[in-house]
C-alpha cells in the first residue's frame, strides 16, 4: 500500500486547475502537500487572505484531476528572533488550521525554527530558553487546532533547528500534550551530519520513540562529502535506504502519505519509479 505524493511547488506557479493539470501526468502520485503562498502567485504569506470558498475551490481543482491535499506546508519560525513577525507567522499558520479541513486536508506542517531569521543555524536556537519559546508557541497552536479539528505537523531537522533530535521531539510533544500536535519524519533531515551510516539505527529509533505520532513521511536522499551529510537531493540518487523505510512503514504505518522532496518534472517520473521498485523489494 504505496501513497506516493509531490510538493505541489517544485512543479512552478500557477492557477489550482493548472497545477492540478501539470501534476495529474504521475498517475502513481495520488497526493500533494501545498504550500499556498508557494504554489499560488495571488497569496501572500500573511493571514487573513483565506475563506472556505477560496479552500472549496482549491480542494476540488484537484480532486477533479484525482489528487488529494495531505498537507498544507505553512513553514514558518516559530522562534523568529523578531516579535513582530513571529506574531504575524503564528496568525498565518493558526489561519491554515482554520481552513484545513474545507482544503479536504487535516495537517498543517513546519519545521521549528532558528534563531536567524532565514532558519540557518544559530547557536542559540538549541537553548532551553529557546526550546521552550517553540514549546509555548506550538501549544497556542494547538489549541487551535483542537478547535478546528486539524493537526499541527511537526518536522525536526538535526543541527540547525529547534528540534533538532528524537530527546526534544519527544519532551515537546509531551510538554504541549495534545493528540492536535503530530509528527512529519523526514528521515534524512533528522541523521547527524556526521552519523549517517547508522542511518538504520536512526530510524528505527524514531519509530520507536514516536511512531504513533509520525503522520506523514517526507522522502529524498543525501550523499557523504568529507564524511558529512550532503544535499537534499531526489531518493534515488544517494546513499538513503528507502527498502528500510518502508519495512518499517509497512509493519507500522500501513497506506501512510509519503511526500518527495526536490523532484519536479525533470524526475519526478525516474523517482517515483525508484520509490515503487524500493517498496516492492520491502515487500519481498
Not at 489549541?143 to 493537526?151: L, P, Q
Not at 529547534?162 to 528521515?187: A, C, F
Not at 562529502?225 to 534515488?236: M, T, V, Y
Request: proline fraction near 5%; glycine fraction near 8%; hydrophobic fraction near 40%.
Amino acid at each position: 500500500m504505496l501513497n506516493l505524493g509531490l510538493r505541489a511547488h517544485d512543479f512552478g506557479q500557477g492557477t489550482p486547475e493548472e497545477i492540478a493539470e501539470s501534476l495529474a501526468q504521475y498517475k502513481s502520485a495520488k497526493c500533494i502537500q501545498l504550500a499556498l503562498a508557494k504554489s499560488f502567485p495571488f497569496i501572500e504569506e500573511k493571514a487573513g487572505q483565506l475563506s472556505p470558498g477560496f479552500a472549496n475551490y482549491v480542494r476540488d481543482a484537484f480532486a477533479a484531476q484525482d489528487i488529494n491535499i495531505a498537507v498544507l506546508g505553512c513553514y514558518i519560525n516559530p522562534i523568529h528572533p523578531d516579535p513582530a513577525v513571529k506574531e504575524q507567522s503564528l496568525l498565518r499558520f493558526e489561519e491554515h488550521l482554520r481552513f484545513a479541513r474545507d482544503f479536504g486536508c487535516a495537517i498543517v506542517g513546519t519545521e521549528t525554527g532558528s534563531k536567524n531569521p532565514d532558519c540557518i543555524y544559530h547557536p542559540e536556537s538549541q537553548t532551553e530558553a529557546s526550546f521552550l519559546e517553540l514549546v509555548d508557541a506550538v501549544k497556542r497552536l494547538s489549541k487551535v487546532a483542537e478547535k478546528y479539528g486539524s493537526i499541527v505537523g511537526i518536522e525536526g531537522v538535526a543541527h540547525h533547528h529547534t528540534i533538532h533530535n528524537y530527546e526534544k521531539m519527544v519532551r515537546m510533544l509531551d510538554m504541549v500534550d495534545s493528540p492536535n500536535v503530530q509528527v512529519i519524519y523526514d528521515p534524512v533531515n533528522f541523521f547527524p551530519p556526521d552519523q549517517t551510516t547508522e542511518q538504520h539505527k536512526f530510524m528505527d529509533e524514531a519509530f520507536e520513540r514516536f511512531g504513533d505520532r509520525i503522520v506523514a513521511i517526507h522522502a529524498k536522499d543525501y550523499i557523504i562529502k568529507n564524511g558529512i551529510k550532503w544535499g537534499d537531493l531526489p531518493s534515488g540518487s544517494g546513499n538513503m535506504d528507502h527498502q528500510h523505510l518502508f519495512k518499517l512503514l509497512k509493519d507500522k504505518k500501513p497506506g501512510i502519505q509519503i511526500i518527495l522532496e526536490a523532484t519536479g518534472h525533470a524526475k519526478a517520473d525516474e523517482v517515483l519509479a525508484f520509490l515503487q521498485s524500493e517498496y516492492q523489494a520491502a515487500l519481498g
